[in-house]
């Protein structure tokens, strides 16, 4: 009786364990980590299947699964640092427990994988972006005339803009790109920002953090860049509008500018019919933009 209580506990335990799995999303990260003889696939589809089907079995016995991105290059470094041996498969539990903390994650929620990969790559995506702007952001240090940081500034700056445009924005959800050029690489970052039935705008923080970092990434370097906001509502057609960057100031977009932007394709520079229903316009005012907080040297 003892052993079968035991044995109940263990099990009733085990659902409380909320577990992680590092998974390798695309088939050349598969094939990296075949090089390890106790890493015992061969076959990435099989493999996601059996992924797939670890996780339905562990949703149906009540257990939370996160699934975060395996990263084999990140791996053979962090068994470096550590002194890990790589061909072990507790060294990649190790790893999979830091990414579990640190590391781009979506929670398993019954969607098949084919839909959670991409949200789980958009993450790394999004992960990645903001740190490389926080860190650029920091290592633009004090301002030489008055001592006051820049990166600092500038985020205290794109905050404060990014609130203006969506208390000016219509109606509806909304959906904010900024995009900001400079070497070595084009940054791009997205933003949604849903509204509820009453009104209240929802935003993802994390979403958030990553968007304002790039605009203020893009103020507090003067690089060339724009911000263009889509708003949609039921029963009215789609906005959109944008603004550049210039400075520490965002500059609109005539309608005419939007109406190019959005009908260029960015890759050959050939005309896309634009969409019916959709109206290109001028952004709202934002109010007194050099009144607001930020740094102008």
């Known amino acids: 009786m003892a052993h079968t209580d035991h044995r109940t506990m263990r099990r009733v335990l085990r659902r409380e364990i909320a577990g992680t799995i590092g998974l390798l999303t695309d088939e050349h990260d598969f094939r990296a ?7 015992t696939f061969d076959d990435h589809l099989t493999y996601l299947g059996q992924i797939e089907a670890l996780l339905r079995t562990r949703a ?20 470096t640092s ?10 990649r539990t190790r790893f999979t427990a830091r990414l579990a903390a640190t590391g781009a994650t979506v929670p398993y929620d019954g969607r098949p994988l084919a839909d959670l990969v991409p949200a789980l790559v958009d993450e790394a995506v999004r ?8 860190t650029l952001l920091a290592r633009l240090g004090p301002c030489p005339t008055c001592g006051e940081d820049i990166g600092r500034a500038a985020f205290t700056r794109a ?3 990014l609130t203006r445009i969506l208390d000016t924005a219509p109606e509806g959800n909304r959906h904010l790109v900024c995009s900001v050029s400079g ?19 929802h935003l993802d923080e994390a979403e958030a953090l990553e968007f304002t970092s790039v605009l203020a990434l893009g103020l507090a370097t003067n690089s060339p860049g724009g911000l263009v906001m ?8 789609d906005r959109v509008y944008g603004w550049r960057l210039r400075g520490n100031n965002l500059v609109p977009l005539t309608a005419g500018e939007v109406f190019d932007a959005y009908c260029t394709d960015i890759e050959s520079g050939d005309l896309i ?23 102008h040297h």
Do not use: I, K
């Open 33 to 39: 980590m075949r090089r390890y003889r106790t890493f």
């Open 159 to 161: 905050s404060h803009l």
């Open 230 to 237: 889509r708003t949609s509502a039921p029963g009215t057609p």
């Open 183 to 201: 070497p070595p690489e084009t940054l791009v970052t997205v933003l949604h920002a849903d509204q509820n039935g009453e009104g209240t705008t």
């Open 127 to 134: 992960q990645a972006t903001w740190e490389y702007a926080s």
């Open 60 to 79: 149906a016995e009540g257990t939370h699964t996160t699934l975060a991105l395996f990263d084999p290059e990140e791996y053979a470094e962090f068994c």
């Open 82 to 91: 550590t002194g890990l041996d790589p061909d072990n498969p507790a060294s």
């Open 273 to 295: 019919s634009p969409e019916s229903d959709v109206d290109y316009c001028a952004p709202p005012d934002l109010g007194d933009q050099e009144a607001a907080p930020g740094h």
